[in-house]
């Protein structure tokens, strides 16, 4: 079995099935295009989107929902289509589509999640991408407050 | 910021070498076309946004910190 230094765990062992593809990367890391996702009861529902390049790229990150239990998806027809998602309508969370949103912390500042552009991931073909939002209904600087009884991705 | 109104079919000009065509008005936005040199980097600002905000996201202060963060939000 592969393994993969982490930035957070030290080695840790993972399966080749449960790598994530990113094709173009993600904006300011396109070369990144293999991911991981960990996740640890600890720390739950936050999770760890760690490079397979490099170990001191891991991004933290929350199930969508769990950031704002009343988000409305809104991946552009491009997204869909570059992850082989149903063309005409938004994908059902947690059975087609896993979305995540990363977590910036800014010093002295509380965390904000990035809610203009969640990553997609395309649960059947295992691909994903950042899904840039073309409307402006959601910031990229969303106050977190979490809802721990929401741990759906 | 400079306001120009503009209807289907008509331009603005940036200097010598930049034209901005207004294409199409409809409901669901509206279409832009850009005349401008090759070299010049043209992107939708939500991607330059996204980018900044994904190297703030990469440089991820030592888990402690973060996690005692998040505790203090925790309802």
Not at chain 1, 10 to 36: I, K, N, Q, W
Not at chain 1, 116 to 134: D, E, S, W, Y
Request: one cysteine or more; proline letters at 7%.
């Amino acid at each position: 079995m592969p393994s993969v230094n982490t930035k957070y765990f030290g080695t840790m062992a993972y399966a080749e099935e449960s790598v994530y593809d990113f094709p173009s990367g993600l904006p300011a890391f396109e070369e990144h295009r293999r991911f991981v996702l960990i996740e640890q009861p600890e720390h739950a529902p936050l999770v760890f989107l760690q490079s397979l390049l490099k170990p001191e790229l891991c991004f933290l990150a929350f199930p969508i929902l769990v950031v704002d239990r009343d988000y409305q998806l809104g991946i552009a027809e491009e997204d869909r289509a570059a992850l082989e998602l149903e063309p005409d309508r938004q994908p059902e969370l947690g059975t087609e589509a896993l979305v995540l949103t990363l977590v910036a912390l800014r010093d002295n500042f509380p965390p904000t999640a990035n809610l203009m552009a969640p990553i997609v991931i395309n649960l059947k073909t295992r691909r994903g991408l950042q899904a840039i939002r073309h409307d402006s209904l959601y910031s990229h600087q969303h106050p977190i407050e979490w809802h721990a009884a929401e741990q759906t991705c | 910021m400079l306001v120009l109104r503009r209807r289907a079919g008509e331009s603005l000009l940036i200097g010598d070498d930049i034209e901005i065509e207004l294409l199409a008005v409809t409901a669901q936005g509206a279409k832009i076309g850009i005349r401008a040199p090759r070299d010049m980097v043209v992107l939708r600002k939500e991607l330059r946004i996204t980018r900044e905000q994904n190297a703030r996201a990469a440089l991820a202060p030592p888990l402690q910190d973060f996690t005692s963060a998040i505790r203090k939000l925790r309802v």
